[in-house]
């Protein structure tokens, strides 16, 4: 019988080591948390020990960053570095000795360490700049734990970007290098504060900025062991998450006391800066986050001996006033770092699928959309590379994962509460303008930039943004280039683009090909269909026999990838209808292509959110390929190809395509009649498609949503606020039915696309005001 979750958690909890020690000082921020329920014993590494990369593959969106090297490049202080094995009484013994007879002046140490950290931090940006030879070069010529850091930031963007194993185990073994390099520099830090001297920061305990280092590597480590194709290694990374959790918790809470403490001594009326909401009125939307240890936040004043530096001028106007910049470097990095690494971490928590939110309660994690935003936006007020990452974070959420998003606030009901469940339109161009002014080398805002131009229903200019300028010299982000350029020409309808850029794909990047070929096999299909509809006799016998090659070829490719210990959901999805194709083709006796029912394309759209993207004439194009006239099969077998959770699929498929239209009533006839009023079970079993009824339930509440934002003309005050709650209720209960679910092929996609509407929903009656 297969082990519990519980039962992996506790064994992991039995041979995962606890973490590293520091110096046993009372200024030190690795606090020990109080025991909670999923803390049942004091010593587990539970209780020392939440999710980016987890979230964005469990929803199969990738967010994130950039890629490879030879190991020759990795310095050779890495290379040669011993990783130290050695258990807890080891390094109590460490710090029992004392510290090392020297002769190293300790200001002049301290001194080099803030060199090191502006020389790294310089060299990380150009990885952002697409300058990645550079940046190795000028992170070879250090040998700080920050050098490293950098250096091994690199191989983690390659990793994550390209989901390639090689670059992932790569990235791993340099994060576990880092990670004890920054260890020592931590009790190295602390034993000099000891002794007297100053710390490297005015606002953090001695160590600080090594234990954000830490907490920065165990959070990639974190990522790439969710992307690792064990279970046990996701689990372990769910451990490191915590720990890192709780890191960042106890630094957030020590700034909160320091600014505290500061403005009981000065008096809070000599601040220097004040709440930004409160001093930049009509210019900026921008609040303080709430950091989970308080409501309030740390940061609403500064006190007045705090330096401020000039206003950067390659910031928006608009992005200075989130949050404050600080004039020692070290506090600058540690502040913009926590709240971008905290930042991540409560977003995405808050935005786990259903099943997997279930998984992750059991080991206590809780995200906070809200605050997580804020804090990405405090950190990247930041020019350096911690705010580029949030930044990243921020327009990737926007674009890429509200891009999913159905049921988001209202034009109408938009303000400020508003921003983590839809896109502040003016400030992400801003944030745009500012990134690219920053790094405007990099490609990954080119990309932004189409994404945007596709979510305002503009995709020929979307797709001629892509197809513009220099390519990145990384073939991570070139591969994201391509993938998107694909993904918006099949929307626009343009099948040899659509077939051009998904075959790219398979020659940059490994991670799915089985998806790329079904892909190029769908636009073939439709070039095939279109054809014979045009009666091109030759065109259609080439583009039929394209089809059948790299549709089978789709399902030959479909088998290798695990993710957590299981089929990609996309590429079982696609190995299945391959087999359903080729039974049906011998149960009919009809060549490959011709047993294909409803339009392959058209369901990928649907499955990618297409209609967010598409205007008046790709719909008119998307509903024309649905029609049973299409289809190539002999005309007395047509009927066999229209079964039920055929017509189910293409109903969700055309309602998505109505709802695009406003075309509501049309849209919830049409489900009502082709797949809710049918028995489920119809839709299940064998090579079913089971996603179709909780795809069209969701599909009901998002009908609903639309009507909310949109009651008859006429209705007074009552009136309307009456419709608006009906409606409302339609699309709770819908969404609620449809987040119950049982297990089904696509439950990971739709179930961030339920979680996030659930959101808007909890937002929406708060801002009204009415009672659950």
């Given at each position: 019988m297969r082990a519990s979750l519980a039962d992996n958690v506790s064994r992991l909890q039995a041979l995962q080591p606890p973490p590293p020690n520091v110096a046993p000082s009372a200024n030190t921020t690795l606090i020990q948390p109080q025991p909670s329920q999923t803390d049942q014993k004091p010593d587990s590494p539970l209780a020392s020990s939440p999710v980016s990369g987890a979230a964005v593959r469990s929803g199969q969106c990738m967010v994130v960053l950039f890629g490879l090297g030879a190991y020759s490049n990795i310095p050779a202080h890495i290379q040669q570095q011993h990783i130290r094995t050695s258990g807890v009484m080891s390094r109590l013994a460490s710090w029992f000795a004392g510290p090392k007879a020297d002769d190293v002046d300790p200001q002049a140490e301290l001194a080099a360490e803030r060199d090191n950290l502006a020389e790294a931090m310089r060299a990380t940006n150009l990885i952002i700049n697409d300058d990645i030879d550079t940046a190795e070069t000028e992170l070879r010529k250090g040998s700080s734990t920050y050098h490293e850091l950098g250096?091994?930031?690199?191989?983690?963007?390659?990793?994550?970007?390209?989901?390639?194993?090689?670059?992932?185990?790569?990235?791993?073994?340099?994060l576990a290098q880092c990670e004890t390099r920054a260890w020592d520099d931590l009790r190295r830090a602390q034993r000099r504060a000891a002794g007297g001297h100053a710390a490297g920061g005015d606002i953090y305990p001695p160590g600080t900025e090594y234990e954000l280092v830490v907490t920065q590597t165990q959070l990639m480590s974190a990522v790439l062991g969710v992307?690792?194709?064990?279970?046990?290694?996701?689990?372990?990374?769910?451990?490191?998450?915590?720990?890192?959790?709780?890191?960042?918790?106890?630094?957030?809470?020590?700034?909160?006391?320091?600014?505290?403490?500061q403005r009981a001594r000065k008096g809070s009326s000599?601040?220097?800066?004040?709440?930004?909401?409160?001093?930049?009125?009509?210019?900026?939307?921008?609040?303080?986050?709430?950091?989970?240890?308080?409501?309030?936040?740390?940061?609403?004043?500064?006190?007045?001996?705090?330096?401020?530096?000039?206003?950067?001028?390659?910031?928006?106007?608009a992005l200075q006033d989130i949050d404050v910049e600080l004039a020692n470097p070290i506090d600058a990095f540690i502040h913009s770092g926590v709240n971008m690494c905290m930042g991540i971490l409560m977003l995405m928590m808050s935005m786990m699928p259903p099943a997997f939110a279930r998984i992750l309660s059991i080991v206590g994690f809780v995200g906070d959309r809200e605050a997580g935003i804020?804090?990405?936006?405090?950190?990247?007020?930041?020019?350096?590379?911690?705010?580029?990452f949030a930044g990243i974070m921020l327009l990737n959420f926007y674009h890429s994962m509200l891009g999913l998003v159905d049921i988001q606030p209202h034009e109408a009901d938009f303000d400020e509460s508003a921003e983590p469940y839809g896109t502040p339109q003016h400030k992400v161009a801003e944030l745009l303008a500012t990134m690219r002014e920053r790094f405007p080398q990099s490609r990954m805002?080119?990309?932004?930039?189409?994404?945007?131009?596709?979510?305002?229903?503009?995709?020929?200019?979307?797709?001629?943004?892509?197809?513009?300028?220099?390519?990145?010299?990384?073939?991570?982000?070139?591969?994201?280039?391509?993938?998107?350029?694909?993904?918006?020409?099949?929307?626009?309808?343009?099948?040899?683009?659509?077939?051009?850029?998904?075959?790219?794909?398979?020659?940059?990047?490994?991670?799915?090909?089985?998806?790329?070929?079904?892909?190029?096999?769908?636009?073939s299909l439709e070039l095939y269909r279109d054809a014979v509809a045009r009666?091109?006799?030759?065109?259609?016998?080439?583009?039929?026999?394209?089809?059948?090659?790299?549709?089978?070829?789709?399902?030959?490719?479909?088998?290798?990838?695990?993710?957590?210990?299981?089929?990609?959901?996309?590429?079982?999805?696609?190995?299945?209808?391959v087999h359903k194709w080729e039974a049906r083709r011998k149960a009919l006796g009809v060549d490959f292509v011709d047993a294909v029912s409803v339009s392959?394309?058209?369901?990928?759209?649907?499955?990618?959110?297409?209609?967010?993207?598409?205007?008046?004439?790709?719909?008119?194009?998307?509903?024309?390929?649905?029609?049973?006239?299409?289809?190539?099969v002999p005309a007395e077998k047509l009927e066999k190809l229209q079964e039920r959770d055929e017509l189910g699929v293409r109903a969700v498929c055309l309602a998505s395509i109505?709802?695009?239209?406003?075309r509501l009533d049309e849209a919830k006839a049409l489900l009502k009649e082709e797949v809710l009023s049918h028995d489920r079970n119809l839709f299940k079993g064998g090579q079913k498609e089971d996603y179709v009824v909780p795809a069209a339930v969701h599909e009901v509440a998002a009908i609903a949503w639309a009507e909310c934002g949109q009651p008859p003309a006429g209705l007074d005050a009552a009136a309307t606020e009456a419709y608006e709650k009906d409606k409302f209720k339609v699309c709770e209960e819908n969404l609620e039915k449809a987040r119950a679910w049982e297990a089904y092929v696509l439950d990971a996609r739709m179930g961030m696309r339920i979680q996030c509407g659930l959101a808007t929903l909890a937002w929406y009656r708060k801002k009204k005001g009415w009672v659950a």
């Open positions: 250096t091994t930031l690199v191989f983690f963007m390659k990793a994550i970007l390209g989901f390639e194993k090689e670059n992932i185990n790569r990235a791993a073994a340099l992307l690792n194709e064990s279970v046990m290694e996701a689990m372990k990374s769910f451990l490191k998450l915590r720990r890192a959790y709780i890191t960042l918790d106890a630094i957030m809470t020590k700034e909160k006391d320091y600014f505290q403490k000599s601040a220097a800066v004040a709440s930004p909401r409160a001093s930049t009125e009509g210019k900026a939307v921008f609040s303080e986050a709430p950091t989970p240890v308080s409501s309030n936040s740390s940061l609403e004043a500064l006190p007045a001996g705090t330096e401020k530096l000039p206003t950067p001028a390659n910031t928006a106007p804020r804090m990405l936006w405090r950190s990247v007020a930041h020019p350096n590379a911690n705010g580029a805002w080119l990309i932004e930039e189409a994404k945007g131009l596709a979510s305002r229903r503009d995709l020929p200019a979307a797709i001629s943004a892509l197809e513009s300028g220099t390519q990145s010299k990384m073939k991570q982000v070139t591969a994201i280039n391509q993938f998107t350029l694909a993904l918006f020409s099949m929307s626009a309808h343009d099948w040899p683009r659509m077939r051009k850029y998904f075959l790219h794909c398979v020659e940059v990047n490994t991670w799915s090909a089985g998806l790329y070929y079904y892909m190029a096999g769908a636009a009666g091109d006799a030759a065109a259609a016998a080439t583009e039929k026999k394209t089809a059948e090659k790299y549709l089978r070829q789709s399902g030959e490719t479909s088998t290798k990838k695990r993710f957590l210990a299981r089929q990609l959901p996309f590429e079982a999805f696609v190995q299945r209808k392959p394309a058209v369901e990928m759209m649907f499955a990618w959110s297409g209609p967010k993207w598409m205007g008046a004439a790709e719909f008119a194009k998307a509903e024309a390929c649905l029609a049973w006239s299409r289809l190539t109505l709802r695009g239209s406003n």
